[in-house]
C-alpha cells in the first residue's frame, strides 16, 4: 500500500517551494482538468467512449478533488456495459480502411486519429483481437449500435497493426475487412524500402534480443519492473549525492534476482534478422491484395515531411487536414518512447515512469497518464533527449484504484515529484545510458552495398510493380529508382 505518512494536505495551498510558483501549477492543472473534461464530452457525443475515458481520468489525474471528472467517468463506466441501439433500418460500414506494408505507424495513428472531432476509429488492439478471433462483424455490429448509424457525419475507420494481409497473414484476412467497410477506400501506408529494411531490422532487434524494450535484460541491476519502493520517510532535503548513493544501494541490493544480460549477439542472429528485413518491403504484393477487395487504393508516404502524416490522412478520408493537436509533435514509434513506457518504477500499488508531455495521456496502446511535466534537464540533454518535454506517468487503471484522498495528497503535495527527481528519474538515466551503450553496435544506420542487392534482388520486381502502379512515388523515393536499376 501507500505510505501516506508523508501526504498531509499543503498548509494555506502551499505544498513547499516558491509559493507563487506552486499556485500558479496549481490554477494551470484546474484549468487543464476543466479543458479536458470539455474535450471528454465532446468524445462522448461523438460515441468514442475510449477516448472519453482517457480524457477524464487524465482530468482526474491533473485536479483530483473536480467532481465533474469523476462524475463522468462512473457515466462511462455505465455507457460501457450497455449495448448500443441497432437501429435496424440502417447498416452502415466503416468508411475507410488504413493498413501498411509494415512499419507503418499504426500504434500512433490509432491514437492520434479520433483526436480528430470529425474522426473515429477502432483502436488497434480491439481491431487486431477482432481478426485474431474472426469477430470482427461482431466488431462492427457493436459500432453500428453506437456510433456509425447515429454520426453519418464522421468518418469512421480501422487501423490494422497485426494480420497484415499478404504479409503477415493470408490474403483472405483483406475479403475478412472488406465486408465490415464501405470498401470505397483503402488507405496504403508505404515507406522506402531501404528506409524500412533499415526500421524493421533495428525495431524487431530491439523487441526480440536487446532486452525487449526494458533494461533488465541489458544491465541486471535495475530497479524497474522489480522491487516496490515506498514513499514512507522520502524527504525532500535529500542531496544529489545522497540521491545516487540511495540509487547505488537500491540497485545493490535488489540485483541478485536479475536474469542474466542476453548480450553479445551472436552473428547468426543478426545475419538471420537482417535476411528477414530484406524481405518486407514488398508494397505491390500487399497493396494489390487489399486494392482486389476496395475501390480505390491509396498509397501514403509514411517518411517524415513538412505535414504530418496525421494531416495528410485527414486530407485523404476527407476532413478538415488543418486540424492541429499537441499530441502531433511526438511520436509513439520510437525506440525512446517504447523504453520510457516500458521502464516503470513500482512504488507501493502504483507504477511510476516517463513519457512525452502532452502525448502520453491519449495514447489507446499504453494505458498512462501524465502526472507531472518535467522541466529542462541537463541530464536529459546529455543523452540527445531534447526535442520535446517528458512527464512522470502513472498507470491509469492503478490511479482509478486509490482512494479519492490518496489522489489528492499525492498530487498538492511534493513527496511524488521529489521521489521521481532522486530516484525514478535517475534510474531511468543510468538505465538508459547503459542500455544505448550496449545495443547500440547492434543497430544499423544503412545498408552496407551487398545488403542492398540482396534487397535488389528480393524486392526489386515488387518495387518496380509498384512504381508502375503509384508513379508519385518514383520521386519521392529516389533511392527506390536505383534499387530497380533505372
Not at 468508411?95 to 486519429?113: M, V
Not at 552473428?267 to 476496395?294: I, M, P, Q
Given at each position: 500500500m501507500w505510505a501516506l505518512s508523508n501526504l498531509t494536505p499543503p498548509d494555506n495551498d502551499h505544498a513547499g517551494g516558491n509559493h507563487e510558483e506552486t499556485f500558479h501549477l496549481w490554477g494551470d492543472r484546474k484549468r487543464r482538468s476543466e479543458t479536458l473534461c470539455s474535450w471528454g464530452d465532446n468524445a462522448l457525443l461523438k460515441g468514442d467512449i475510449e477516448l472519453a475515458e482517457r480524457l477524464f481520468i487524465q482530468a482526474d489525474v491533473y485536479d483530483p478533488r473536480n467532481g465533474y471528472a469523476e462524475d463522468r467517468l462512473r457515466c462511462v463506466d455505465e455507457e460501457r456495459k450497455e449495448p448500443g441501439a441497432s437501429l435496424a433500418l440502417k447498416r452502415r460500414h466503416f468508411d475507410f480502411l488504413y493498413a501498411p506494408t509494415l512499419r507503418g505507424l499504426s500504434t500512433e495513428l490509432s491514437s492520434l486519429l479520433p483526436l480528430h472531432p470529425e474522426v473515429f476509429s477502432v483502436s488497434k488492439t480491439e481491431l487486431?483481437?477482432?481478426?485474431?478471433?474472426h469477430s470482427e462483424s461482431l466488431l462492427l455490429a457493436k459500432y453500428q449500435g453506437r456510433i456509425l448509424n447515429?454520426?453519418?457525419?464522421?468518418?469512421a475507420g480501422l487501423v490494422q497493426h497485426a494480420f497484415i494481409a499478404d504479409q503477415l497473414a493470408g490474403p483472405e484476412i483483406a475479403e475478412r475487412l472488406s465486408k465490415v467497410t464501405s470498401r470505397r477506400l483503402f488507405v496504403h501506408g508505404v515507406r522506402d524500402p531501404i528506409q524500412l529494411t533499415i526500421s524493421d531490422f533495428n525495431l524487431e532487434l530491439v523487441a526480440r534480443y536487446c532486452g525487449a524494450y526494458t533494461f533488465r535484460g541489458v544491465y541486471p541491476a535495475t530497479p524497474f519492473g522489480q522491487r516496490n519502493f515506498s514513499l514512507a520517510g522520502f524527504r525532500m532535503r535529500t542531496s544529489a549525492k545522497r540521491a545516487l548513493y540511495r540509487l547505488r544501494g537500491l540497485t545493490e541490493r535488489t540485483s541478485a534476482f536479475r536474469e542474466h544480460p542476453r548480450f553479445p549477439l551472436d552473428r547468426s542472429v543478426l545475419e538471420g534478422r537482417l535476411d528477414e528485413a530484406l524481405s518486407r518491403a514488398r508494397h505491390f504484393a500487399v497493396g494489390s491484395c487489399y486494392a482486389r477487395h476496395f475501390d480505390e487504393w491509396l498509397p501514403i508516404d509514411l517518411e517524415r515531411q513538412s505535414r504530418h502524416v496525421v494531416n495528410r490522412l485527414f486530407e485523404i478520408i476527407g476532413v478538415d487536414?488543418?486540424?492541429?493537436?499537441?499530441?502531433?509533435?511526438?511520436?509513439e514509434g520510437t525506440s525512446l518512447h517504447r523504453l520510457m513506457v516500458q521502464n516503470q518504477l513500482n512504488v507501493g500499488v502504483q507504477r511510476l515512469g516517463l513519457g512525452f508531455a502532452e502525448r502520453s495521456m491519449y495514447s489507446n496502446t499504453f494505458r498512462m497518464s501524465e502526472l507531472f511535466t518535467l522541466g529542462s534537464d541537463n541530464q536529459l540533454?546529455?543523452?540527445?533527449?531534447?526535442h520535446h518535454p517528458l512527464c512522470i506517468t502513472v498507470c491509469r487503471d492503478q490511479w482509478r484504484s486509490l482512494p479519492r484522498d490518496v489522489c489528492i495528497r499525492l498530487v498538492e503535495t511534493d513527496s511524488v515529484r521529489n521521489?521521481?527527481?532522486?530516484?525514478?528519474?535517475?534510474?531511468?538515466?543510468?538505465g538508459y545510458a547503459r542500455w544505448k551503450s550496449v545495443t547500440q553496435k547492434y543497430l544499423i544506420q544503412e545498408l552496407q552495398p551487398r545488403d542492398i542487392e540482396q534487397l535488389r534482388v528480393r524486392i526489386g520486381a515488387d518495387l518496380e510493380q509498384f512504381l508502375k502502379r503509384h508513379p508519385l512515388f518514383e520521386r519521392a523515393w529516389p533511392s527506390a529508382i536505383a534499387l530497380i536499376g533505372r
Amino acid at each position: 500500500m501507500w505510505a501516506l505518512s508523508n501526504l498531509t494536505p499543503p498548509d494555506n495551498d502551499h505544498a513547499g517551494g516558491n509559493h507563487e510558483e506552486t499556485f500558479h501549477l496549481w490554477g494551470d492543472r484546474k484549468r487543464r482538468s476543466e479543458t479536458l473534461c470539455s474535450w471528454g464530452d465532446n468524445a462522448l457525443l461523438k460515441g468514442d467512449i475510449e477516448l472519453a475515458e482517457r480524457l477524464f481520468i487524465q482530468a482526474d489525474v491533473y485536479d483530483p478533488r473536480n467532481g465533474y471528472a469523476e462524475d463522468r467517468l462512473r457515466c462511462v463506466d455505465e455507457e460501457r456495459k450497455e449495448p448500443g441501439a441497432s437501429l435496424a433500418l440502417k447498416r452502415r460500414h466503416f468508411d475507410f480502411l488504413y493498413a501498411p506494408t509494415l512499419r507503418g505507424l499504426s500504434t500512433e495513428l490509432s491514437s492520434l486519429l479520433p483526436l480528430h472531432p470529425e474522426v473515429f476509429s477502432v483502436s488497434k488492439t480491439e481491431l487486431d483481437l477482432a481478426l485474431e478471433h474472426h469477430s470482427e462483424s461482431l466488431l462492427l455490429a457493436k459500432y453500428q449500435g453506437r456510433i456509425l448509424n447515429r454520426r453519418p457525419d464522421l468518418k469512421a475507420g480501422l487501423v490494422q497493426h497485426a494480420f497484415i494481409a499478404d504479409q503477415l497473414a493470408g490474403p483472405e484476412i483483406a475479403e475478412r475487412l472488406s465486408k465490415v467497410t464501405s470498401r470505397r477506400l483503402f488507405v496504403h501506408g508505404v515507406r522506402d524500402p531501404i528506409q524500412l529494411t533499415i526500421s524493421d531490422f533495428n525495431l524487431e532487434l530491439v523487441a526480440r534480443y536487446c532486452g525487449a524494450y526494458t533494461f533488465r535484460g541489458v544491465y541486471p541491476a535495475t530497479p524497474f519492473g522489480q522491487r516496490n519502493f515506498s514513499l514512507a520517510g522520502f524527504r525532500m532535503r535529500t542531496s544529489a549525492k545522497r540521491a545516487l548513493y540511495r540509487l547505488r544501494g537500491l540497485t545493490e541490493r535488489t540485483s541478485a534476482f536479475r536474469e542474466h544480460p542476453r548480450f553479445p549477439l551472436d552473428r547468426s542472429v543478426l545475419e538471420g534478422r537482417l535476411d528477414e528485413a530484406l524481405s518486407r518491403a514488398r508494397h505491390f504484393a500487399v497493396g494489390s491484395c487489399y486494392a482486389r477487395h476496395f475501390d480505390e487504393w491509396l498509397p501514403i508516404d509514411l517518411e517524415r515531411q513538412s505535414r504530418h502524416v496525421v494531416n495528410r490522412l485527414f486530407e485523404i478520408i476527407g476532413v478538415d487536414a488543418s486540424f492541429e493537436h499537441p499530441a502531433f509533435r511526438v511520436s509513439e514509434g520510437t525506440s525512446l518512447h517504447r523504453l520510457m513506457v516500458q521502464n516503470q518504477l513500482n512504488v507501493g500499488v502504483q507504477r511510476l515512469g516517463l513519457g512525452f508531455a502532452e502525448r502520453s495521456m491519449y495514447s489507446n496502446t499504453f494505458r498512462m497518464s501524465e502526472l507531472f511535466t518535467l522541466g529542462s534537464d541537463n541530464q536529459l540533454s546529455a543523452l540527445g533527449i531534447t526535442h520535446h518535454p517528458l512527464c512522470i506517468t502513472v498507470c491509469r487503471d492503478q490511479w482509478r484504484s486509490l482512494p479519492r484522498d490518496v489522489c489528492i495528497r499525492l498530487v498538492e503535495t511534493d513527496s511524488v515529484r521529489n521521489f521521481c527527481d532522486s530516484i525514478l528519474i535517475p534510474a531511468w538515466l543510468d538505465g538508459y545510458a547503459r542500455w544505448k551503450s550496449v545495443t547500440q553496435k547492434y543497430l544499423i544506420q544503412e545498408l552496407q552495398p551487398r545488403d542492398i542487392e540482396q534487397l535488389r534482388v528480393r524486392i526489386g520486381a515488387d518495387l518496380e510493380q509498384f512504381l508502375k502502379r503509384h508513379p508519385l512515388f518514383e520521386r519521392a523515393w529516389p533511392s527506390a529508382i536505383a534499387l530497380i536499376g533505372r
